[in-house]
């Protein structure tokens, strides 16, 4: 998945699942990982990692 992609996917699935975004990412990382799919699973984190940037920083 390139940057372009990944970029969309998180955005859609932040616009999808709100803040629970980056938490079903992890667990679809997790899955992977379980599974033996590292690439997907390679995928999945920078998901992850782009919907931590659309988020923000946490409030405090």
């Known amino acids: 998945m390139d940057a372009i992609q990944t970029a ?9 699942h ?3 975004a ?11 990982e379980a599974a033996g799919n ?5 995928d999945w984190q920078a998901v992850r990692q782009s919907i931590r940037q659309i988020r923000g920083p946490n409030q405090g």
């Open 18 to 20: 709100g803040d629970r």
């Open 8 to 16: 969309q996917y998180a955005r859609a699935l932040y616009a999808a």
């Open 38 to 42: 590292q690439q997907e699973a390679q």
């Open 22 to 32: 980056e938490a079903e990412a992890a667990q679809k990382m997790r899955e992977c």
